[in-house]
């Protein structure tokens, strides 16, 4: 039997059955745990699998289809392994919040230099509009025009006053969504706004660090009455990658990449090689050095993943 993984709890799963909808509580079987990887988990919700049923209808997953695309984050506990998020994505929503909580640049740069080595459309959505004043909307407006001018599709939307809900539910409908940002950005307030219904716990911001607690504490498939379906996800505190090599971090910005085509030497790494295109578009603001920063890092945390 063929079926879908809409739900993971570690060592439980959900899988829908793919003729008749039928869903069934799974397990796997131990050869999967066995398989040497870095990943913490062999299943990932969105993930096509095989499977047969047992004794009181417990379903053993006996094999996964390649997936076409997945997002990772770091795992909590161990700092050498990663934890697939979602996989078979098509496209991935960030919920970038100026306040309550506070997102940082650096954390939506990791986002989208993961949607681009993993092949998964990204979508930004600068969310809680409603909280904030003219100024501080001015200033999200100019950090839009900034994604968008490197190529980035995003929106300013509100769940409370449903600002530009429906321009999101048109972007959506039809696909395999996915809600990433930090606990507390709003992603089941926003589930539950553009499907009132659904009831997903929502939680509230700490007013003393202004951080939001976990509400949502493993990944789970929702269907949008509309057409589609979206991966709820527990709050994520940083992406990471795989299996990437320092000289490909440069393919993960467009920016740089496009003008790195520019670099005297082939093979530049844009750190402090001479007559380097893409320092001398720093100098010229030509390239944000916040993004610059992350490009950075992750330069260096792909040569450390090499080292080990």
């Not at 909808?21 to 299943?43: Q, V």
């Not at 919700?45 to 047992?54: A, K, N, S, T």
């Not at 007013?207 to 976990?214: D, L, N, R, V």
């Not at 009455?225 to 299996?243: H, L, N």
Request: aromatic residues 10%.
């Amino acid at each position: 039997m063929k079926g879908l993984i809409i739900k993971s709890t570690g060592s439980w799963y959900q899988v829908k059955e793919e003729k008749t909808g039928n869903i069934f509580e799974a397990r796997i079987r131990g050869k999967f745990k066995l398989l040497k990887s870095r990943l913490t988990n062999p299943l990932a919700v969105g993930d096509h699998v095989e499977f047969q049923l047992e004794i009181d209808d417990v379903a053993w997953i006996t094999k996964i289809d390649p997936r076409r695309n997945y997002l990772i984050r770091k795992s909590v506990n161990l700092s050498k392994e990663s934890h697939i998020i979602a996989s078979n994505v098509d496209v991935a929503c960030f919920i970038f919040t100026l306040k309550q909580p506070e997102t940082s640049f650096g954390f939506l740069d990791r986002f989208l230099a993961c949607c681009e080595a993993y092949n998964i459309l990204p979508l930004i959505l600068f969310s809680k509009i409603d909280l904030l004043s003219e100024e501080e909307i001015e200033f999200v407006e100019q950090i839009q025009k900034m994604y968008q001018n490197i190529g980035y599709q995003s929106m300013l939307i509100s769940s409370v006053s449903r600002l530009n809900l429906d321009k999101l539910l048109g972007k959506i409908k039809d696909k395999t969504s996915v809600f990433f940002g930090h606990s507390g950005s709003g992603k089941s307030t926003l589930v539950n706004a553009l499907q009132p219904g659904l009831d997903l716990k929502t939680g509230i911001i700490s007013e003393i660090h202004q951080k939001g607690k976990h509400t949502t504490t493993f990944a789970q498939m929702h269907f949008w009455k509309f057409g589609g379906s979206v991966i709820d996800t527990p709050g994520v505190r940083e992406f990471a990658m795989i299996d990437v090599e320092k000289e490909d971090i440069q393919h993960y910005f467009p920016e740089i990449f496009k003008l790195g085509r520019a670099c005297k030497f082939h093979n530049c790494l844009h750190i402090n090689e001479p007559k380097c295109a893409v320092l001398k578009g720093l100098e010229d603001d030509k390239i944000e050095e916040s993004r610059y920063i992350t490009y950075l890092k992750l330069m260096e945390e792909a040569q450390e993943i090499h080292k080990k």
